[in-house]
Structures are given as C-alpha cells and as structure tokens.
C-alpha cells in the first residue's frame, strides 16, 4: 500500500483476512466453562470472607454476584450439560430467596419513611414494618440453607474441564 507521502509500508489489509479462530479450525476445543470460572469465583469469596450475620447490603451485593454467576452458568448449558443448569438452579434459589429479603428490606425502609412524613399513618406502618422485619429475619437465615446447596463443591466440578 501506497501512503500519502508516496512511501510503502505494510499495512492492515496485508493481514486480512484473519486467520480464523483455533477452536473453528478444529485444533482445540473452546473451554466454554472458563467464561463461568471468574463469576463463580468472585461469589464464594465474596460470601465465605462475611460475617456470620452480613448486613442487607452484602446480601443484596451477594444477590448481584449470584445473578452473574448464574448467567454464566446458563450460558454454558449448550455446551456442558445438565452439570451447569443444575448449577444455575441453585444459584436461581439463592437469588430467590436473596430476592425475597431485598424487597422486605426496601418495604421496610419506605415504610419507615412514610411515618415519619405523615403522621396520620405511622402507627399502620410502623405495623407493617415489623411484618416486614419478620420476612427479613426469614430470609435472612434461608439464604445460608441456600446458599449451602449451591456452594456445593460436586455442582461446580464441571468448572474445572
């Protein structure tokens, strides 16, 4: 190629068309269950370095790292198998559940609002906040249970092929 000032040198279209990827050539597979290591990954650290008792927003962050690791895990299925959907279920009830204490949570905390505005209602939703607190406290303890289903080591052997 031809440059403005009239010199040659090599350039892009030398090098076009790319070569095609290795994995469409046949000489290796694509390990598609890396794209779900690093999400995975993050998720248990993240929950086995909280405390005993997390507070709402590591749970809701605990919420947003099941979401990506799920996603990744579903994106997998075509080519791992029932190995990953069963992974991804589990992570779908974590988050369930994460769901559940989240709402209860942004109910509560509205509800707290709106007493202190209008005083005509506190007593009905101070009321209504300590329903809240009890769905908080149910969830709250459920996500462990899950939690403990989905961080199973034999769900995420396929992880490592």
Known sequence: MTSADGSTSA???ALWPPSSPRWK????RLPLSRLARRPWRRLHK??????DEPADAELHRIRSLAKRARYAADACVPAVGNAAAESAALLAALQTVL???HDAVVTRDWLQRQAGVIASISFVAGE?????????GVAAKRWRV????????????WLRS
Do not use: F, P, Q
Request: glycine share 16%.
């Open 11 to 13: 350039c892009w279209t």
């Open 128 to 136: 209504m906040a300590a329903l809240e607190l009890g769905h908080i």
């Open 46 to 51: 993240y929950v086995e370095a909280l405390d």
């Open 25 to 28: 050539e046949g000489e290796g």
């Open 146 to 157: 899950e939690w403990g289903s989905a961080s199973r080591s034999g769900n995420w052997r």
């Open 99 to 101: 769901g559940e204490h």
